[in-house]
């Protein structure tokens, strides 16, 4: 990997801190050669502090260290992506990422969706409301629901139809966020299980 510190007169060039699993963007800061070096001989990210004047390591007072996971530099030689497994949050504040958010895994529409389970699940009086119908109703009505979609998947999947099949297994997932709310998890969770059972 070759950096080009030359094209800033202070010799620096700015670090984006990705997280490594999350995807999300926790940090920004900016290294020269030393600093870099000392990232890849300790496996903990280390700065040029531009207050401080001096190396810095994130989390050499806090104890939130940002643990080293890779290292990429971009087309032109002048930035760099680092991605890493965080201790802790990550902001001096105190919050997860320096922009106050929540460092949490995103699933796109499917968070979007959680999160609309979530609001009707705590709103069960709704009576134009599906799922908090679903809810009223009980978990073994809820588990009833997510048996018949998995049956009609299962159906579609032998025949041809690929449109059925895909509304079905969209139906199926659609029930299976109401079950694994109803029963106190989320998406999250199933995927805790899924990498120790991969680790």
Known sequence: M?????????GLVPAIIQDATTKNVLMLGYMNQEALDATQKTKKVTFFSRSK???WTKGEESGNFLHLVTIK?????????ITVNPEGPTCHTGTDTCWSEE??????????LEDIITSRKEDVENPDSYVASLFKKG???????????AVET???????????????SADL???YLI??????????DIEKVLIERHN
């Not at 299962?154 to 079905?168: G, P, R, S, T």
Request: net charge negative; charged share 30%; glycine share 4%.
């Open 73 to 81: 530099n971009d087309c032109d030689n002048d930035a760099l992506l």
């Open 103 to 112: 460092n949490v895994q995103d699933y796109g529409f499917l968070s979007t």
């Open 173 to 175: 997932l659609f029930h």
């Open 139 to 149: 978990i073994n009505k809820i588990a009833q629901k997510v048996g018949e979609e």
């Open 2 to 10: 070759k950096i080009d510190f030359t094209k800033n007169t202070d």
């Open 53 to 55: 004047n001096r190396l």
């Open 154 to 168: 299962v159906i579609e999947a032998k025949d041809n139809n690929d449109d059925l099949f895909l509304n079905e």
């Open 179 to 188: 079950l694994l709310q109803a029963k106190g998890y989320k998406l999250t």
